[in-house]
């Protein structure tokens, strides 16, 4: 499985971008799908996955009403809608799939076996 990451750029505080997530050599039916952020200097953490087996989706409390995660079948790509970004959210994002992902909770990174590219979302006040 190939992941492409895109959707990344700068935004004002309060504004919106969506990512997405393409993938090829596989069909996203059989995995979940998700996001990892790393802000500078920071560890990694989880932001929000989608399970493709039962349509669960999972959200870290950071992003929770302001994110929305979905998936584009015709497109097999996966989506992050984020609204009301604010400099928290500047961070380069990275797609992943195949791994844990459940509505109470979403997998460390390690646990995920793909990994797309990185994209920047940089924020500011």
């Known amino acids: 499985v190939q992941l492409q990451a895109s959707g990344g750029g700068s935004v004002q505080f309060g504004g919106s971008l969506r990512l997405s997530c393409a993938a090829s050599?596989?069909?996203?039916?059989?995995?979940?799908i998700g996001w990892f952020r790393q802000a500078p200097g920071k560890e990694r953490e989880r932001v929000s996955c989608?399970?493709?087996?039962?349509?669960?989706?999972y959200y870290a409390d950071s992003v929770k009403g302001r994110f929305t995660i979905s998936r584009d079948n015709a497109r097999n790509t996966v989506l992050l809608q984020m609204n009301s970004l604010s400099p928290d959210d500047t961070a380069v994002y990275y797609c992943?799939?195949?791994?844990?992902?459940?509505?109470?909770?979403?997998?460390?990174?390690?646990?995920?076996?793909?990994w797309g590219q990185g994209t920047l979302v940089t924020v500011s006040s």
């Open positions: 989608f399970n493709n087996r039962n349509g669960r989706t």
């Open positions: 992943v799939s195949k791994g844990p992902c459940t509505t109470a909770s979403m997998g460390p990174d390690y646990t995920y076996t793909y």
């Open positions: 050599g596989s069909t996203l039916d059989d995995y979940a």
